[in-house]
């Protein structure tokens, strides 16, 4: 097969007679198959189109539910919703005023090289670069290079790789601090080149401390406000 799409879609609603809004034109799209429940029979067939025309649709596979934002334009937010399946992405979380997306650009790059401290380490070994908008967290194989940390030569030098040969890559996250279209945090995979296998533990742990971390930073901000 050349190429090809699958969509998931749960229990279709009868389209209305009447005129349909923006929002009844949109449906929320997963890269995973986690989405449910009844939606409207316009939304998903306008899914279905989009998925013979997008290339972020090329050969994926993506489920579709209800949408429950607001939508000014529907061909915006048809954007926005396909975009998740670039990476794809894996974490995607709005940031209220007291997080300015401006600052949480610096604030995510400091982050994630706190997985370079001791103690602070995932099961697959990291390093850790900037991009712009965030930073690039990225695998690397146990035989690439990289020795571990322990309490004896780390010190100071958390904050630094100790390379000794080029690494091998082994997959990536992006960590993104974007202020439109809308203000928010997300985590991309990337590098995900052939054979390259998903590191389902320490991304779970990436995503859990992402998502506590925040909290705090954001509960802070307003307690201090």
């Known amino acids: 097969i050349a190429g090809h799409a699958v969509v998931r879609v749960g229990k279709l609603r009868p389209a209305t007679a009447t005129a349909p809004s923006e ?5 929320e799209i997963s890269p995973r198959e ?15 189109a989009a998925a013979l025309t997008r290339p972020e649709a090329v050969n994926a596979t993506f489920s579709v539910g209800a949408y429950g934002g607001d939508v000014a334009s529907a061909a915006d937010a048809w954007d926005d919703e396909f975009l998740k399946l670039v990476g794809p992405e894996i974490y995607r979380r709005p940031l209220g005023p007291a997080l300015p997306a401006v600052e949480m650009s610096d604030w995510l790059r400091e982050w994630a090289r706190g997985f370079l401290k001791p103690g602070r380490g995932l ?20 035989d690439g290079g990289y020795a571990d ?13 100790d390379e000794k040969k080029p690494p091998k890559p082994d997959g990536a996250l992006l960590l993104l601090a974007e202020g439109a279209p809308a203000s928010r945090v997300r985590v991309v995979r990337a590098e995900m080149e052939e054979g390259v296998v998903v590191k389902e533990m320490s991304e779970a742990s990436v995503l859990s401390r992402l998502q506590k971390d925040l909290d705090a930073l954001e509960k802070a901000r307003r307690s201090a406000r």
Do not use: H, M, N, Q
């Open 23 to 27: 929002r009844e034109l949109v449906c």
């Open 149 to 161: 940390y322990d309490a004896e030569d780390a010190d100071d030098d958390w904050g630094k790789s």
């Open 34 to 48: 986690d989405l449910g429940g009844e939606v409207g029979l316009r939304p998903a067939a306008a899914a279905l």
């Open 123 to 142: 099961t697959t070994k990291v390093s850790v670069g900037d991009v712009d908008g965030g930073a690039i967290l990225r695998f690397i194989k146990s």
